[in-house]
């Protein structure tokens, strides 16, 4: 308000710093073209130590997926009277996509055997795993 007056400026007048340097620093995005070829969905269920964090088992299922696994996304955790003492239940969406073709369903349940084998070495069990439609 003081400089809008001190000028006469009947209209707000704001201020902004920018720091060019931050800026001038930070990585460019490299673009991605959305993938021409359908997506598949898949809910996984696992039963895992309370010790192991999401975010940790969420890299292993990434690392096991390769990149056809285009999205981990954890929607549900419990624990409760069907559950170990000390264990939790964790429910992830899984998105398989490849930007070069459709998936058939022998690589997907390819892909999916990778991360159960690979969550099974981090001491987790199966506890479900089904098609989700969209």
């Known amino acids: 308000p003081e400089i809008q007056q001190l000028l006469d400026f009947s209209f707000p007048v704001y201020m902004f710093e920018i720091d060019l340097v931050e800026i001038s620093q930070r990585a460019i995005p490299?673009?991605?073209r959305a993938s021409r070829f359908p997506f598949v969905y898949r809910d996984i269920s696992i039963v895992i130590s309370d010790e192991i964090p999401s975010a940790?088992?969420?890299?292993?299922m990434r690392a096991a997926g390769g990149r056809l696994l285009t999205s981990v996304r954890l929607f549900d955790v419990y624990v409760g009277k069907e559950i170990e003492k000390h264990c939790k239940s964790l429910s992830f969406g899984?998105?398989?996509?490849?930007?070069?073709?459709?998936l058939t369903d022998r690589e997907v349940e390819a892909v999916l055997g990778r991360i159960v084998t690979a969550l099974q070495k981090l001491g987790g069990q199966l506890r479900s795993a089904f098609d989700r439609k969209s």
């Open 30 to 32: 490299n673009y991605q």
């Open 56 to 60: 940790k088992i969420e890299k292993v």
């Open 94 to 102: 899984l998105t398989l996509q490849s930007s070069s073709r459709n």
